[in-house]
């Protein structure tokens, strides 16, 4: 078991760039989440997929945010025009249905910085 | 809507003291409870998580937490910690599944 890989680990960018994050899950694993985390918060949710639909979107998800698991198996996130306000951490976490609940297993998170 | 409270943003203890971390949820439906452990620097590990049956769960590294439903609570414990639980422990809330939904977290500080 590999558990769950983010990368890259850090990413520093200027106002306005592009940015992209990949997310491995668990590889028997179904369901994939993307949190975020500001300094001194819990995590937030953003979105989820199960296999390669996603099923919920939250209101946080602006639409410079655009998540894509093709597959069913990695996860993109992207946020376009990045902001100084979305410098946070982005987590990632899988799990598998079938048994009643899922539990979520995260990976160790992408630091974004925006200058 | 749900929500989780984490009563105590910090909380300095001495090694070898016992501690409570305090978790109150808001939900109107059945709901799942986790706590979970952030290092510095890295993603959120499982501690334990309650589903049904027992209200005492016990998880890793010697913690134990009780759901209270008539004070929708989830307190976390450890009977004796050690400067290596020093860590962000946070709460959170599911319904069957799902997103999670976290409180802000308490910060643990364990003094020699």
């Known amino acids: 078991d590999t558990g769950v890989s983010q990368n890259p680990r850090h990413k520093i960018t200027k106002r306005g760039q592009n940015v992209t994050f990949r997310c491995d899950p668990i590889?028997?694993?179904?369901?994939l989440y993307w949190y975020r985390q500001t300094l001194g918060q819990g995590p937030e949710f953003l979105t989820y997929f199960q296999n390669e639909a996603q099923l919920e979107k939250s209101r946080l998800l602006s639409d410079r945010f655009s998540a894509e698991r093709p597959k069913g198996s990695f996860s993109t996130l992207e946020i376009q025009r990045t902001e100084q306000g979305d410098s946070a951490m982005y987590l990632c976490?899988?799990?598998?249905?079938?048994?009643?609940?899922?539990?979520?297993?995260f990976g160790p998170g992408t630091r974004l910085t925006v200058l | 809507a749900q929500s989780v409270t984490q009563l105590d943003s910090q909380v300095p203890v001495f090694e070898e003291a016992p501690v409570e971390l305090r978790c109150n949820y808001s939900s109107s439906v059945s709901v799942y409870l986790f706590w979970y452990v952030q290092y510095p620097n890295q993603g959120l590990q499982l501690l334990l998580k309650?589903?049904?049956?027992?209200?005492l769960v016990k998880g890793i590294n010697g913690f134990e937490a009780e759901f209270n439903k008539s004070q929708t609570s989830f307190h976390l414990r450890k009977p004796s910690v050690h400067i290596s639980d020093t860590a962000e422990y946070f709460c959170?809330?599911?319904?069957?599944?799902?997103?999670?939904?976290f409180g802000q977290g308490t910060e643990l500080s364990v003094k020699p």
């Open positions: 309650y589903l049904s049956g027992s209200t």
């Open positions: 976490a899988s799990s598998a249905t079938g048994t009643g609940l899922d539990t979520q297993y």
């Open positions: 590889s028997e694993h179904n369901r």
């Open positions: 959170a809330v599911t319904y069957r599944g799902g997103k999670l939904i």
